[in-house]
């Protein structure tokens, strides 16, 4: 694909862009319905899985440093496949950005802007993705590798505010309803890491490919950290985790911290904060289409195209916007979508890859 060479921290801030919006949204909560107290071993468990899950990807894509998932698509089933994934890639970014947008100007509406329609917030927002992406990949990169950093850091002043309301009897019964909760059925909560989806693009964006594996490895302990944290901040200073706003476990911290001792309306620039993450990533949701889509057709400037994958998912928004419980699909989406394509068909498709890579070495001998 052509994409401007990335530093290894802009490369980390990359993957992780959608994880903090993800955070700031409903993750903490979704978490917390499946695992009840038992969420904080749960989900030290799964950062374990993803980091055996993600070595063992690294070492799968070895053989095809320098390429992303569509080129070794490509190498394993021709142009069919190629078009399969790249389809699928593009069908899962529209979607992903979809759901959050869509999410976040909900919550948005509710807590400041009760008398607008949806549509201009929507509107707003993929409109400045569209100027973003005419403007160029290298200021949507260098515009998240900013914001990230400052949106983290936000949680993790969130966090230092409810420290005095830390009360580690809450986290019991540390099992909750049973060890099936955290090891089996909840091992599925893996989708949490859906970052991993740029792992399979992130190698031929490197000004150093070799540096893939410490990248994905640090943007994955990033995640897991701050999950970790959040959730341990949720069960340890609340009573009732079935009582959290829906709205966002984490505006849910704010306003019941001490913050509004020092600050007034502290909120209000939390929110500010978030915003700019989740324009952040929806400029790079409509890059990283524009690119499978001019690698897939051959298109020689894509980027004009932006404006209709913008109306693509303005009208996908709106239209989604009246079906009954919208969020139970977007975390549907959200799970099950990740988990069929990044730890699903991805990884298949690097398993034949390699496969048929020993074979053809095998013939040549």
Known sequence: MDYSKLGNFEAICLMVV????????????????????????????????????????????????????????????????????????IL?????????????SHNLLLVYFPSYPISFILFLFLFI?????????????KTNTIIVPIA????????????????????????????????????????????????????????????????????????????????????FAFSDIASIS?????????INSRLSAFLERPEAIFIFIWTLALMSFINIGIMFILSILKKLTNIKEPKYLGISVATIIFVLAMVLNGLFNFEAIANAFYKYGTLFLIFGIFTLVLIFANVKKKHSMKLKK
């Open 18 to 89: 959608i994880f903090v919006n993800h955070i700031v949204l409903d993750l903490p909560q979704m978490i917390l319905n499946n695992s009840g107290t038992a969420s904080i071993l749960n989900t030290i468990y799964i950062l374990i899985l993803v980091l055996i899950f993600v070595v063992l990807i690294l070492k799968l894509l070895k053989n095809f440093i320098g390429l992303d998932i569509i080129d070794i698509s490509e190498y394993v089933g021709g142009k069919p496949l190629k078009i399969l994934i790249g389809t699928l890639c």
């Open 92 to 104: 899962y970014l529209i979607f992903e950005t979809v759901f959050l947008t869509r999410m976040f």
């Open 129 to 141: 993705g569209v100027v973003a992406n005419i403007i160029g990949k290298k200021s949507i990169i």
């Open 152 to 235: 983290l850091f936000s949680i993790l002043f969130t966090f230092i505010f409810v420290a005095d309301m830390l009360k580690i009897e809450r986290s019991l019964p540390i099992f909750a309803d049973g060890l099936d909760k955290i090891f089996l059925t909840g091992a599925s909560n893996i989708f949490a890491f859906n970052g991993l989806f740029f792992l399979f693009f992130i190698s031929p964006m490197l000004n150093k490919k070799e540096d893939t594996s410490k990248v994905t490895l640090w943007s994955v302990l990033i995640c897991g950290i701050f999950l970790i944290l959040s959730i341990t901040i949720l069960i």
């Open 246 to 254: 829906r709205l966002s476990p984490i505006y849910f911290i704010i």
